[in-house]
C-alpha cells in the first residue's frame, strides 16, 4: 500500500514557475514508475510525465523542454518542476505510482490545483 500527498499547487502568472512535490508513505524505491498526471475541466485525465526506477523519464509533447520531472529516493519524494507555464496547463495535477510485482497496482494522490493566469 503507498499513499501519495501532493503539494505546491496554486496561482501563478503566464511564464511563471511552481515546483510540485508528490510525498509517499513508503520507499519509494522499489517503485516501478512514478508519474504526474494532470485533468483540465471537461477533458480527461493525460499523462503528463513520468520516471522509472533507473531514471528513465518520458514526458508529453505539450510540456517538453518547460517541465522536469525527478525523483529523491532518500525522501521517497518526486517532483515536477513546472518553468514556463502557460493558461493551458491549469489543471489538477495527480501523483501517479506503479508497482509491478505478481500483478500491477496503481496509486493515486489526491491531486493539487495548478492555475495560470494570462
Known amino acids: 500500500q503507498v499513499q501519495l500527498v501532493e503539494s505546491g499547487g496554486g496561482l501563478v502568472q503566464t511564464g511563471g514557475s511552481l515546483r510540485l512535490s508528490c510525498a509517499a508513505s513508503?520507499?519509494?524505491?522499489?517503485?516501478?514508475?512514478l508519474g504526474w498526471y494532470r485533468q483540465a475541466p471537461g477533458k480527461q485525465r493525460e499523462l503528463v510525465a513520468d520516471i522509472t526506477t533507473g531514471g528513465s523519464t518520458n514526458y508529453a509533447d505539450s510540456v517538453k523542454g518547460r517541465f522536469t520531472i525527478s525523483r529523491d529516493n532518500a525522501k521517497d519524494t518526486m517532483y515536477l518542476q513546472m518553468n514556463s507555464l502557460k493558461p493551458e496547463d491549469t489543471a489538477v495535477y495527480f501523483c501517479n505510482a506503479v508497482v509491478k510485482g505478481w500483478s500491477v497496482v496503481v496509486y493515486w494522490g489526491q491531486g493539487t490545483q495548478v492555475t495560470v493566469s494570462s
Open positions: 513508503r520507499s519509494i524505491f522499489s517503485i516501478d514508475v
